[in-house]
C-alpha cells in the first residue's frame, strides 16, 4: 500500500485532538468544523457528538514535521497533561463573573420578597463593603499598574468628559420626559437630574477588574479622579441643571474617598508587595467574599428602600432609570470608539469607560437627596438607580466576558 494512499482512523476525544504539536487552522461551518495541519496535508474532522473520527492522508514529507520516535501512539497526548498545574488567582476572581450576575439577580428577587434578610446592612456597612472590593483589586495589583495608568492622560480625560458633561445631559433629557411625557411630579424629575450628577461608582472599578483585570487601576484612577473633584462639580451641575445649590461636604467626602478607595488599595499593595507568603494564602478566599460582599451592596438598598420603589410611581421610574443608565452605557462606548479608535487596546477602553460612565455613586445621589430636599420623592431615583446599575453593570460583566473568551477560542492557534 503506497503512502500517499494510507488512511488512518482514529476515534479520540476534541481536546486531545487540539494537542497535535502542529500548527492549527480552525474553520468554522454551521454543522462541523475542520482542523488543517500546517505541516502535513491532513485533515481533521469531527461532529457534535462526543467522539470524533479523523482521517488523515499523509504525504511523503510528512515525517520531516514530527521527532524521529515519535509514535502514532503518541502523537496526540490528553489534555490533562498539558494543564497548568499551578493555581492562577486571577482566573480564579475573575471566574466570578460568571457567577456575580446570577447572584446579584437572586438577591434582587430576595430583597423583594423578604426585606429583612437585607435590611440588616444599612448604610454604615455600605463604605467597608466597598473598601474590602478595593483592597481585593489592590491585592492582584502592582504599584507599576498604577503609574502606567496615569501615563495615559487622554483615556483619563474620556472618562471624565463622560461623566461629568455626557451622564448630566443624559439625565437631563430623561428627568425632562418624566416630566413632560410621563407628567410625573417635578420632585422625580429632579430626582433622576440628581443621580446623573453624582461621581462614579467604585463597583465600576471591580466590574472593570472582571472584565478588563489590567484596566482596572485606569478605572480606579477616574473614580477617584471623578470624586474627588465633585465636592465642586456635584453642586455646580446641580444649581444649572435643577435649579438648586448643593452644599456639599468636602472634608466628609475627601474623606469617603480615603477611606473607601486609597487606604484599602494601599493596604492589598503593601501586603503583596512585603508579604507575599501571607497574600497567596488569602487571595483563594477573596472571590466568594467578593461575590457575597456584592450581594450585599446589592440587596441592602433595595430592600431598604421598599416602600419607595413600590410607590405609584415606581414603575414608570424604573423604566426611565433603565433608559437613562442603558444611555450612558452606551454612550461611554461609543464615545471611547471614536476617540481610540486606532488604540491596540480599544475594546478594553471602551468597557472600561462604558462602565465609568453607566455606573456612579447612586447613594450619594441618595443621601443628597434625603438631606438637602424636602421632598421624599427626589431620593426615589436614586434608591432605584443603585439596583438597576448593578443588574445592567455586571450583565455587562458576564456578556462581555463570554465574547472575549468566545473570540479568544475563534482566534486560538496552538504551536510547538
Same mark, same amino acid.
Given at each position: 500500500?503506497?503512502?500517499?494512499?494510507?488512511?488512518?482512523?482514529?476515534?479520540?476525544?476534541?481536546?486531545?485532538?487540539?494537542?497535535?504539536?502542529?500548527?492549527?487552522?480552525?474553520?468554522?461551518?454551521?454543522?462541523?468544523?475542520?482542523? =488543517?495541519?500546517?505541516?502535513?496535508?491532513?485533515?481533521?474532522?469531527?461532529?457534535?457528538?462526543?467522539?470524533?473520527?479523523?482521517?488523515?492522508?499523509?504525504?511523503?514529507?510528512?515525517?520531516?514535521?514530527?521527532?524521529?520516535? #515519535? !509514535?502514532?501512539?503518541?502523537?496526540?497526548?490528553?489534555a490533562?497533561?498539558?494543564?497548568?498545574? @499551578?493555581? @492562577?488567582?486571577?482566573?480564579?476572581? #475573575?471566574?466570578?463573573?460568571?457567577?456575580?450576575?446570577?447572584?446579584?439577580?437572586?438577591?434582587?428577587?430576595?430583597?423583594?420578597?423578604?426585606?429583612?434578610?437585607?435590611?440588616?446592612?444599612?448604610? #454604615?456597612?455600605?463604605?467597608?463593603? &466597598?473598601?474590602?472590593?478595593?483592597?481585593?483589586?489592590g491585592?492582584?495589583?502592582? +504599584?507599576? @499598574?498604577?503609574?502606567?495608568a496615569?501615563?495615559?492622560? @487622554?483615556?483619563? %480625560?474620556?472618562?471624565?468628559?463622560?461623566?461629568?458633561?455626557?451622564?448630566?445631559?443624559?439625565?437631563?433629557?430623561?428627568?425632562?420626559?418624566?416630566?413632560?411625557?410621563?407628567?410625573?411630579?417635578?420632585?422625580?424629575? %429632579?430626582?433622576?437630574?440628581?443621580?446623573?450628577?453624582?461621581?462614579g461608582?467604585?463597583?465600576?472599578?471591580?466590574?472593570?477588574?472582571?472584565?478588563?483585570?489590567?484596566?482596572?487601576?485606569?478605572?480606579?484612577?477616574?473614580?477617584?479622579?471623578?470624586?474627588?473633584?465633585?465636592?465642586?462639580? !456635584?453642586?455646580?451641575?446641580? &444649581?444649572?441643571?435643577?435649579?438648586?445649590?448643593?452644599?456639599v /461636604?468636602v472634608?466628609?467626602?475627601?474623606?469617603?474617598? !480615603?477611606?473607601?478607595?486609597?487606604?484599602?488599595? %494601599?493596604?492589598?499593595?503593601?501586603?503583596?508587595?512585603?508579604?507575599?507568603?501571607?497574600?497567596? =494564602?488569602?487571595?483563594?478566599?477573596?472571590p466568594?467574599l467578593?461575590?457575597?460582599?456584592? =450581594?450585599?451592596?446589592? $440587596?441592602? +438598598?433595595?430592600?431598604?428602600?421598599?416602600?419607595?420603589?413600590?410607590? +405609584?410611581?415606581?414603575?414608570a421610574?424604573? &423604566?426611565?432609570?433603565? $433608559?437613562?443608565?442603558?444611555?450612558?452605557?452606551?454612550?461611554?462606548?461609543?464615545?471611547? $470608539?471614536?476617540?481610540f479608535?486606532?488604540?491596540?487596546?480599544?475594546?478594553?477602553?471602551?468597557?472600561?469607560?462604558?462602565?465609568?460612565?453607566?455606573?456612579?455613586?447612586?447613594?450619594?445621589?441618595?443621601?443628597?437627596?434625603?438631606?438637602?430636599?424636602? /421632598? +421624599?420623592?427626589?431620593g426615589?431615583?436614586? %434608591?432605584?438607580?443603585?439596583?438597576?446599575?448593578?443588574?445592567?453593570?455586571?450583565?455587562?460583566?458576564?456578556?462581555?466576558?463570554?465574547?472575549?473568551?468566545?473570540?479568544?477560542?475563534?482566534?486560538?492557534?496552538? #504551536?510547538?
Amino acid at each position: 500500500m503506497s503512502s500517499n494512499a494510507v488512511a488512518l482512523k482514529w476515534a479520540l476525544p476534541f481536546s486531545a485532538a487540539l494537542h497535535r504539536p502542529s500548527a492549527l487552522l480552525i474553520h468554522r461551518r454551521s454543522d462541523c468544523c475542520s482542523v =488543517a495541519f500546517q505541516s502535513a496535508s491532513s485533515t481533521v474532522t469531527w461532529s457534535k457528538g462526543s467522539r470524533v473520527l479523523a482521517t488523515r492522508c499523509s504525504s511523503a514529507k510528512t515525517t520531516d514535521s514530527f521527532e524521529p520516535d #515519535r !509514535t502514532r501512539e503518541d502523537a496526540f497526548v490528553p489534555a490533562q497533561e498539558v494543564e497548568r498545574k @499551578d493555581i @492562577d488567582v486571577l482566573k480564579i476572581l #475573575r471566574g466570578a463573573n460568571s457567577i456575580i450576575p446570577h447572584v446579584v439577580l437572586a438577591s434582587t428577587v430576595l430583597a423583594l420578597v423578604y426585606p429583612p434578610s437585607f435590611t440588616w446592612f444599612t448604610n #454604615r456597612y455600605y463604605a467597608p463593603a &466597598l473598601g474590602f472590593l478595593m483592597f481585593a483589586v489592590g491585592v492582584n495589583s502592582s +504599584p507599576k @499598574d498604577f503609574i502606567e495608568a496615569i501615563k495615559r492622560p @487622554d483615556a483619563i %480625560a474620556v472618562g471624565y468628559v463622560g461623566q461629568f458633561i455626557i451622564k448630566p445631559l443624559i439625565g437631563y433629557i430623561f428627568g425632562t420626559i418624566s416630566v413632560s411625557t410621563f407628567n410625573l411630579p417635578t420632585s422625580l424629575g %429632579a430626582g433622576i437630574i440628581l443621580v446623573s450628577c453624582v461621581s462614579g461608582a467604585q463597583l465600576s472599578n471591580y466590574a472593570t477588574f472582571l472584565t478588563d483585570p489590567p484596566m482596572a487601576p485606569l478605572s480606579i484612577v477616574m473614580t477617584s479622579l471623578s470624586t474627588a473633584t465633585a465636592v465642586f462639580v !456635584t453642586p455646580t451641575l446641580s &444649581l444649572l441643571l435643577i435649579g438648586k445649590k448643593l452644599p456639599v /461636604d468636602v472634608k466628609g467626602m475627601m474623606s469617603s474617598i !480615603t477611606q473607601i478607595v486609597v487606604a484599602p488599595i %494601599a493596604a492589598g499593595l503593601l501586603l503583596n508587595r512585603f508579604f507575599p507568603r501571607f497574600c497567596s =494564602a488569602i487571595q483563594p478566599f477573596l472571590p466568594p467574599l467578593s461575590v457575597f460582599v456584592t =450581594a450585599l451592596c446589592v $440587596g441592602s +438598598p433595595l430592600a431598604i428602600n421598599i416602600g419607595a420603589i413600590i410607590s +405609584p410611581f415606581g414603575i414608570a421610574i424604573v &423604566l426611565l432609570i433603565f $433608559g437613562f443608565h442603558a444611555a450612558s452605557f452606551m454612550a461611554g462606548y461609543s464615545l471611547t $470608539g471614536m476617540m481610540f479608535q486606532k488604540s491596540a487596546d480599544v475594546k478594553a477602553l471602551q468597557r472600561t469607560i462604558s462602565f465609568e460612565t453607566g455606573m456612579q455613586s447612586s447613594l450619594l445621589a441618595l443621601a443628597l437627596a434625603n438631606k438637602f430636599f424636602q /421632598d +421624599p420623592l427626589v431620593g426615589v431615583p436614586a %434608591a432605584i438607580s443603585v439596583v438597576l446599575m448593578s443588574l445592567m453593570g455586571f450583565a455587562l460583566v458576564m456578556i462581555w466576558s463570554e465574547r472575549k473568551q468566545q473570540m479568544h477560542f475563534d482566534g486560538i492557534s496552538i #504551536r510547538n
